[in-house]
């Protein structure tokens, strides 16, 4: 079983930096890929990022491409997402989340971090 705890959201005003944190426990992060997602009220769950379990790929979503960059450190069991230049439109809550890597499904998720971007 895998266990992922986000932190560092917070309220923040458009144009500034946050850097979100996922501590992975359970397995060894290694063999897995590591995404964050991010859910807006009365919206669907959308992705935003994933890396591949060496790092060596990553995907973005269109909507952060140039803002946001995930990465991961395997040695400390985390993975990051560091956000600038946000904006209102960014307010939302983000998951982190792992996959085997012979899975293509997400299925082992964090309890959510809110974000909020005032304009």
């Known amino acids: 079983q895998v266990q992922l705890v986000e932190s560092g959201g917070g309220l923040v005003q458009a144009g500034d930096s946050l850097r979100l944190s996922c501590a992975v426990s359970g397995r060894t992060l290694s063999s897995y890929d590591l995404a964050w997602f991010r859910q807006a009220p009365g919206k669907e769950r959308d992705f935003v990022a994933q890396i591949t379990w060496s790092g060596d790929n990553t995907v973005y979503a269109n909507s952060v491409k140039g803002r946001f960059t995930i990465s991961r450190d395997n040695a400390k069991n985390t993975v990051y997402l560091q956000m600038n230049g946000l904006k209102p439109e960014d307010t939302a809550v983000y998951y982190c989340?792992?996959?085997?890597?012979?899975?293509?499904?997400?299925?082992?998720w964090g309890q959510g971090t809110q974000v909020t971007v005032s304009s």
């Open positions: 989340a792992a996959r085997y890597i012979l899975s293509t499904t997400y299925n082992y």
